[in-house]
């Protein structure tokens, strides 16, 4: 059964710097475009990063760009994201998922989640 696995949530302050980790178990990690998506108390799940199976398109949601950094193992099934001068409103639930399809940022096209891992970022 293919599950995820995000770790690396924190509550920190606002500059800090904070990387998380999504680890996929059982099937083949490099079958799959990985993204990852946040969502901020009292609304919906937004985009925010994704890359492709063997990192040749990572996209960014504007609102990160220049800041955040994904990044992947193949070997060691693991999806990361490594997030630089995070501010309050960077405060979300932040989910990895896994996409068998052509490379997308659509959520729709998102075939399995992650429970997702809190960050909350103080002012």
């Known amino acids: 059964q293919i599950q995820l696995a995000e770790s690396g949530g924190a509550l920190v302050q606002t500059g800090a710097s904070l990387s998380l980790s999504c680890v996929l178990s059982s099937g083949t990690f490099s079958s799959f475009n990985m993204a990852w998506f946040r969502q901020a108390p009292g609304k919906g799940r937004e985009f925010v990063t994704a890359i492709s199976r063997y990192s040749a398109y990572p996209e960014y949601a504007d609102s990160v760009k220049g800041r955040f950094t994904v990044f992947r193992d193949n070997e060691m099934s693991t999806v990361y994201l490594h997030m630089n001068s995070l501010k309050p409103e960077d405060t979300a639930t932040y989910s990895c998922?896994?996409?068998?399809?052509?490379?997308?940022?659509?959520?729709?096209?998102?075939?399995?989640w992650g429970k997702g891992t809190l960050v909350t970022v103080s002012s």
């Open positions: 998922a896994a996409d068998s399809g052509p490379f997308t940022t659509n959520i729709g096209a998102m075939d399995y």
